[in-house]
């Protein structure tokens, strides 16, 4: 099975802040990574989609990169609602990340 | 607009079997697998399976292999997991998949979530 990790698992920023969260694959899944974020007490919500592809609708602060093992998503300028929890999903089998969660300082 | 609606709170107790639905709306039910997702409370999200509601053929995570039921009806998914321990208390998710290819897919729109509870 693919393995997904992520870090770090939290994070503090301030607002306007530039945050860059990491998932990690086992294996190569070239781009087949998407991005959900969690806001907290709410159900999960697509931001990007294969790698770098984002949802509609979804700020243009968030971006996504990477292929292979290694893939990055960043928000440009923290903004206080994005305090959530990130997590990243491979697409062969459907396994997510642990999580990131990111709070404002 | 695709929409998810899913069935109640549960509680049940420990060795007992749940069942979850799941209603859709705004798309075409079949041409879509459904996937089921369940969170414990405060930890991360943890796929479970999915099923193809043209075929009904299902695929299930290997830790749930001979726990977990997929099935569907008229554009409603259900699953059902039997033998209920303390630790299959969670938050559970149905999820519309959506394709480019075989492998670049991802889950939208989710279901409100149906919080399952097993306490003695």
């Known amino acids: 099975d693919i393995q997904m990790t992520q870090s770090p698992s939290s994070l503090y920023a301030s607002v306007g802040d530039r945050v860059t969260i990491t998932c990690r694959a086992s294996?190569?899944?070239?781009?087949?990574l998407n991005w959900y974020q969690q806001k907290p007490g709410k159900v999960p919500n697509l931001l990007v989609y294969?790698?770098?592809s984002l949802q509609e609708g979804v700020p243009s602060r968030f971006s996504g990169s990477g292929s292979g093992t290694d893939f990055t998503l960043t928000i440009s300028s923290l903004q206080p609602e994005d305090v959530a929890t990130y997590y990243c999903?491979?697409?062969?089998?459907?396994?997510f990340g642990p999580g990131t969660r990111v709070d404002i300082k | 607009q695709a929409r998810l609606v899913q069935s109640g709170a549960e509680v049940k107790k420990p060795g007992a079997s749940v069942k979850v639905s799941c209603k859709a709306s705004?798309?075409?039910?079949?041409?879509?697998?459904m996937h089921w997702v369940r969170q414990a409370p405060g930890q991360g999200l943890q796929w479970m399976g999915r099923?193809?509601?043209?075929?009904?053929d299902a695929t299930y995570a290997q830790r749930f292999q001979g726990r977990v039921t997929m099935t569907r009806d008229t554009s409603s998914g259900t699953l059902e997991l039997s033998r209920l321990t303390y630790d299959d208390t969670a938050v559970y998710y149905c999820?519309?998949?959506?394709?480019?290819?075989?492998?670049?897919?991802?889950?939208?729109?989710w279901g409100q979530g149906t919080l399952v509870t097993v306490s003695s």
């Open positions: 705004g798309y075409n039910f079949d041409g879509h697998y």
């Open positions: 294969a790698a770098s």
């Open positions: 294996q190569s899944i070239g781009s087949h």
């Open positions: 099923i193809n509601p043209y075929s009904g």
């Open positions: 999903q491979q697409s062969y089998m459907f396994a």
């Open positions: 999820a519309r998949e959506i394709g480019l290819s075989e492998t670049t897919k991802w889950f939208d729109p």
